[in-house]
């Protein structure tokens, strides 16, 4: 009798390999490029498409923890607000005479805080969504920048302020390289860590985790805490890039970045996705955006576009998910 051997990881598969959602992403980024180049001689100039990402990357970093809470079966509507919340503190820090470096930190302050709150709340208040809490903490958030601002604009940043936005380091837009960098560290704690596979186990089964020994409660503050930092770090590069700030500021940044995260393949239901996925559909979008903006394009019809991308990416595994039931 041959004795029984368990494994823990799937044998490698090449159908199931290029069946993957990334590749379907990659496929539509290659048809979109196409699409562009057609559309427009100016799009496949290297520095124009180098100098686009410094456009649209600003609410990527935002799209990195929403990842997690998104596996988690959670969302978070709030991270706009914050954006706007904590670009406001700052500049209204350094127009009363704080220094540009410590208003800066305490910018990063209020928008980790506001995601601690987010936490906070949802697991104090189960009975609650995260949908009303963080619907309730976006108008709030907003609102306070409101009073602090009025209709004002804030700004006069030191000259140096604005590298964050539009600063090369060797030919490389900073904000692309900071990216690069959270991309790592996130994409590593989501799929290399205790602490990703703990987040997927909740987003599968949260009272099976709860159960099982796992913090859920601790796990879902830290994640929405994670994602009021990273809306502080938006808060940072948008600022700088536009050289002032009101309390509007990045109004409707919430839904490109839920947006983004669905068209990556994260499951609403939670428990499904990886992060590849939410990075491919940032820069798939971004240069949709970018190319269609070249030829002028209308604003409503790219949205159009947009939300037939989103339809295609939900329908798509469901399809799947139907024929392996027949």
């Known amino acids: 009798m041959e004795p029984r051997v368990i494994v823990n990881k799937q044998v490698f598969g090449m159908k199931r390999f290029f069946f993957q959602w990334e590749w379907m992403l990659v496929l539509l980024f290659i048809l979109i490029n196409i699409m562009n180049a057609y559309l427009s001689s100016y799009y496949l100039d290297t520095d124009n498409l180098r100098d686009a990402t410094m456009t649209f990357l600003d609410k990527a970093f935002i799209v990195l923890p929403m990842v997690f809470i998104m596996i988690l079966g959670d969302i978070d509507i709030s991270v706009a607000s914050t954006v706007a919340l904590s670009s406001v503190i700052m500049a209204d820090l350094y127009n009363s005479g704080v220094p540009m470096w410590l208003a800066m930190l305490i910018g990063l302050a209020v928008g980790t805080i506001c995601g601690f709150v987010n936490g906070l709340l949802i697991v104090k208040f189960k009975e609650l969504s995260a949908v009303i809490v963080t619907l309730a903490t976006m108008i709030i ?13 804030a700004g006069k940043f030191p000259d140096w ?41 909740m987003g599968s089964n949260l009272t099976a985790s709860r159960f099982s020994g796992v913090r859920v409660d601790k796990i879902r503050i830290i994640v929405f805490t994670l994602t009021g930092l990273m809306a502080a770090i938006t808060a940072l590069f948008l600022t700088s890039r536009m050289g002032s700030t009101r309390p509007n500021v990045a109004m409707g940044y919430e839904l490109d970045v839920i947006a983004m995260v ?19 559909a940032v820069f798939l979008i971004g240069f949709l955006r970018y190319g269609l903006g070249l030829v002028n394009v209308p604003a409503q019809t790219m949205l159009i576009i947009i939300g037939l991308l989103l339809i295609f990416a939900v329908m798509v595994p469901n399809l799947k998910l139907t024929r392996n039931k027949l």
């Open 141 to 153: 958030y907003r609102g306070i920048a409101y009073i602090l601002l009025e209709d004002q604009a």
């Open 161 to 201: 302020f604005s590298f964050l936005g539009w600063g090369y380091v060797g030919g490389i837009p900073f904000i692309l390289i900071a990216f690069a960098v959270f991309a790592l560290i996130f994409g590593l704690l989501l799929h290399r860590t205790t602490f990703g596979r703990q987040v997927y186990a």
């Open 262 to 280: 669905v068209l990556g393949g994260i499951s609403t239901a939670g428990g499904k996705g990886r992060m590849i996925g939410a990075i491919l």
